[in-house]
């Protein structure tokens, strides 16, 4: 987070993923309306808020490992109180009180807009809890956005209704709520004033937008709203629901010049045996069928996906259909992850393999990828893209074209010629840096 000149001293630490940095650019939005300075730095902070994740094993140690970093620093009175808001919060409030005596207050995901409440009675040394149902936060609060000057995320939805098997969201973040197309506009207005050149379009499962309030997928009429805004100039969608893929959406893709041909379509797995223990809506065929139909009806298209190993009745024949299946799609992006056994999923007691086994799969499948994202950027070498200039490191310019989301995918390195930082530049492809790609402004 940038810092900010205020009364006190207030350091916010996001942890997780991008919908969660909305939630922290909200609460630093109001803290920062309030009075309150924000800091890059809980050392020597009056307050430090966490907002964390709780979504699998990993992101709880990490929240759990930055909390206890922040009360050392407590200990030794270079931070004075400590607030922790978000999932871990929420999934845990009946316990984390006592597991965690050095936090002073304590905020669930309906209870952001309660920030500023919390820090003070911190401050005041009241201890303080809220925890609203998440269903009834204002997801439309004004933020303080801390990604570069030139893009930032909008998020158009909060929560989900998929009911995975293997997923503990929609206990934590509550039932699919759709933000109104009008609120949407005025906030993409906002940030496109601010200088935002690029949205990236964020919910739980954004295809689904529209259905809980306008009772039809609205996700298309949304973009092409969006693209009338004069100063945007790029549109990024993440988390597609594959069955969620419409013609229109595929059409909108491919006729739509503000709406890049990238798509973020989280399969997870290939087996229909695994996607229906998994409550995974449709099937192992209709995912093979979209992914050449994405390829043909939006020529360049960048796919990225997430897959999972180790879930609950892979054997070995499972896990070959998949590493088969994405030696034959391609993916040129892809998270892998070894499966979570995550408590009050529909999932937990499944037998599954063991956790060094699915670790295991999870490095094959990262090996498999590399050698793809490898032939991708061999492919590009030649082509002149049209790249956003983020920053400098090292004294070297790096950037992103469409191909690139920020934060996942790399970078473009620019080894010649110069571009101010949130300009757009025509950069040719020469070579590759590992998963980054090389080139030259022209």
């Known amino acids: 987070m940038q810092e900010t000149e205020g009364r006190g001293g207030v350091a916010m630490i996001s942890l997780g993923c991008a919908k969660n940095l909305v939630n922290s650019e909200q609460m630093a939005g109001l803290l920062t309306a309030a009075g309150f300075n924000l800091l890059s730095d809980a050392a020597g902070a009056d307050a ?5 994740c709780a979504f699998i094993g990993a992101a709880k140690r990490e929240a759990i490992d930055t909390i206890l970093a922040l009360g050392e620093l407590k200990k030794d009175g270079s931070l004075g109180k400590i ?3 978000g999932c871990l919060a929420e999934r845990y409030r009946d316990e984390i009180a006592l597991e965690l005596p050095e936090v002073d207050a304590f905020v669930g995901v309906g209870g952001f807009g309660d920030i500023v409440s919390a820090v003070t009675s911190a401050l005041g040394g009241v201890s303080y809890s809220s925890f609203p149902a998440p269903e009834t936060f204002n997801d439309s609060l004004p933020r303080a956005v801390s990604t570069p000057r030139a893009w930032a995320y909008l998020k158009i939805a909060d929560g989900c209704d998929n009911r995975c098997a293997f997923c503990a969201v929609p206990d934590i973040r509550g039932r699919y709520r759709s933000r109104c197309a009008e609120d949407i506009l005025d906030e993409a207005r906002v940030l496109t004033e601010d200088g935002a050149r690029e949205l990236i379009i964020i919910a739980q499962d954004t295809t689904r937008y529209g259905l809980d309030l306008y009772g039809e997928r609205r996700l298309a009429p949304l973009l092409r709203e969006l693209a009338s805004l004069p100063s945007l100039r790029w549109i990024r969608l993440h988390y597609l629901y594959p ?11 491919a006729d739509n010049p503000k709406l890049l041909k990238y798509l973020d379509i989280p399969i997870q797995h290939i087996n229909d045996g695994i996607l229906k223990k998994m409550r995974r809506r449709g099937t192992g065929a209709e995912i093979r069928e979209l992914i050449p139909r994405l390829r043909r009806d939006i020529p360049g298209v960048v796919l990225r996906t997430s897959i999972i190993t180790g879930l609950p009745g892979e054997g070995e024949v499972e896990f070959n259909e998949l590493c088969d299946f994405l030696r034959e799609a391609k993916f040129e992006r892809a998270g892998v992850f070894p499966y979570s056994p995550e408590e009050g999923t529909a999932a937990f007691d499944m037998p599954r393999p063991d ?12 090996q498999l990828q590399s050698r793809v994202i490898d032939e991708f950027n061999a492919s590009r070498v030649g082509a002149v893209e049209t790249v956003l200039r983020e920053g ?6 790096y950037g992103r074209s469409y191909a690139e989301s920020p934060d996942i995918d790399g970078v473009i390195t620019i080894t010649d010629g110069s571009v101010a930082e949130g300009d757009f530049a025509s950069v040719r492809i020469t070579g590759a840096d590992g998963a980054d790609a090389v080139g030259v402004i022209v």
Do not use: C, K
């Open 48 to 52: 430090a808020v966490v907002n964390t």
């Open 83 to 85: 607030i922790v808001a």
């Open 243 to 253: 069955d969620g893929v419409t013609d229109e959406l595929r059409r909108e893709t």
């Open 355 to 366: 956790s060094d086994t699915a670790s295991l799969r999870a490095e094959i499948i990262e």
């Open 392 to 397: 400098r490191e090292g004294g070297v310019l």
